[in-house]
């Protein structure tokens, strides 16, 4: 079994795999709150732009930690219909549920991002995370990108089980996975460290980045 140092780690591993592809005006979008340790890697190798895209696992009925799908901030979801008729969620709570997931959405992307992002309109958008177990998250993520006008969308992630592999490649135009698991069990067993990360951690990740988008455009245009 493949097991990375960190997330920065492998967002290095992905980096170098992804600097082979030829991407127009790329902006790589982090799946908060570890997959953003993972794309400010990608970010700065492919000398893209970088932001979040805030995707919310809907709740189970008495069960917030089973998730039956996921809503981003533009409302874009996916919804495991077979598990939420399963565990008794019927139409009325799932709005009630996307509802209010939406809403934290939106204010953590806020949060996070303070509205940095640029338009991802005719852009390719190369989405990443951490790790991938169920993909409700990323499912609706790339449909949040895609509801955005991306030209073309990317999902790249050091690990995941194959048959979700599978159904993100129904989703995304390419799916890249360094370790692709057939006997997968989660998502913190491929990693020496994978301690929890605070919103915190990755705000100041997203300044960082910015800023050094900002200094870097002011040489260019100094130079010109």
């Known amino acids: 079994m493949k097991r990375f140092r960190d ?9 170098r795999l992804l ?5 127009v005006r790329p902006v790589v979008l982090g799946i908060p709150r570890g997959g953003v340790l993972v794309s400010i890697e990608v970010a700065r190798a492919l000398g893209a732009d970088h932001g979040v895209v805030v995707a919310r696992k809907l709740g189970a009925p008495g ?3 089973l998730a039956i799908g996921a809503v981003t901030a533009d409302g874009s979801a996916f919804v495991d219909r077979a598990l939420a008729t399963l565990t008794g969620a019927d139409e009325h709570y799932l709005a009630a549920e996307q509802a209010r997931q939406i809403a934290e959405a939106r204010r953590r992307e806020d949060y996070l991002d303070g509205r940095r992002r640029p338009s991802l309109r005719g852009r390719d958008v ?3 995370d951490d790790g991938v177990a169920t993909g ?6 790339l449909r949040s990108v895609r509801a955005q006008g991306a030209a073309r969308v990317v999902f790249t992630v050091p690990v995941g089980p194959s048959h979700t592999l599978a159904a993100l490649r129904e989703e995304a135009d390419e799916v890249i996975c360094l370790w692709e698991e057939p006997e997968f069990f989660a998502v913190g067993q491929f990693y020496q460290d994978f301690e929890p990360v605070e919103d915190g951690e990755v705000r100041a990740i997203l300044e960082a980045g910015a800023a050094h988008t900002r200094h870097a455009e002011l040489r260019s245009s100094g130079d010109g």
């Not at 997330?7 to 980096?15: E, H, P, T």
């Not at 409700?136 to 993520?141: E, G, R």
Request: aromatic share 4%; hydrophobic share 60%.
């Open 63 to 65: 069960q917030s930690e």
């Open 126 to 128: 190369i989405v990443v």
């Open 7 to 15: 997330r920065r780690a492998a967002g290095v591993q992905l980096a």
């Open 136 to 141: 409700a998250t990323a499912i609706a993520a």
């Open 19 to 23: 600097a082979g592809h030829r991407f």
